[in-house]
């Protein structure tokens, strides 16, 4: 009966460390995730901002009126 018990806390504490690694990677996968949002939504803010410069560069160099 003792090996059965030493057996079952040793596959429970390798249950619960595994449940821990999955946790932390959900986390990193979520973090990841969000961080790639902010880098689309600055990539297009980026893009905006070039398109509302170049336009403004045209005007001024005289290649559009305004």
């Known amino acids: 009966m003792e090996r ?14 595994t449940t821990h690694r999955v946790d932390q990677i959900k986390e990193n ?13 600055g990539a297009s803010q980026l893009v905006t901002e070039g398109r509302r410069l170049q336009e403004e560069i045209k005007r001024t160099a005289g290649i559009k009126q305004f």
Request: proline share 0%.
């Open 4 to 17: 059965f018990t030493i057996r079952q806390q040793t596959l429970q504490t390798n249950i619960d460390h």
């Open 29 to 41: 996968i979520n973090r990841i995730t969000e961080e790639g949002n902010r880098v689309k939504q």
